[in-house]
């Protein structure tokens, strides 16, 4: 019993390295997540409320780039851009959802775009690319995100009867 003391006292002194531990300062653990995270994916793809009811992230961004490109050309189906530019067939729109649910439309033309007045289709799309459905944009661990987005949109001729 006179050892217990003794043994006691040798146990508290070697497990005091078990109370140093070094703890990584608060920068090192912001650079060390900041380092984890993809940047270049978003946890939620932007939605609309008819694609919500899809439960498959992969199924739920197809709905979403369909959606969107649906609801483009039939905006521009009521337009004059297929008599004016008959050679034109597809438009590269880039698409950009911000964080509040607003989006943006941009067309997109090739480097050597001398053919067709880019500054006339630009109006015209601008013009008609108003009041879509609500858009909820894209999530980022729990916030939402600024995405970009270049949806090929196809300019459907009129048939003459």
């Given amino acids: 019993m006179k050892q217990f003391p003794l043994f006691l006292v040798v146990l508290l002194l070697n497990s005091c390295q078990y109370f140093e531990k070094q703890v990584p300062s608060e920068k090192e653990l912001l650079q060390k997540e900041l380092k984890s995270i ?8 932007p939605s609309v ?17 369909e959606k969107m490109a649906q ?5 521009l189906d009521v337009d004059s851009l297929s008599i004016l530019y008959p050679e034109l067939d597809t438009i590269e729109v880039k ?14 033309f090739p480097k050597d775009s001398v053919a067709y007045d880019t500054i006339k289709i630009d109006s015209i799309l601008h013009a008609r690319l108003v ?23 196809i300019i459907k001729e009129k048939s003459t009867k």
């Fill in 38 to 45: 993809n940047w270049k994916e978003v946890d939620e793809f």
């Fill in 49 to 65: 409320a008819d694609c919500e009811k899809i439960a498959d992230k992969k199924l739920r961004q197809h709905c979403f780039f």
């Fill in 71 to 75: 609801l483009i050309q039939e905006k």
């Fill in 95 to 108: 698409v950009t959802v911000f964080p509040n649910a607003t989006m943006k439309f941009e067309p997109q």
């Fill in 131 to 153: 009041d879509f459905p609500k858009v909820n944009p894209a999530i980022k661990r729990g916030v939402p995100v600024k995405t970009q987005f270049i949806l090929p949109v």
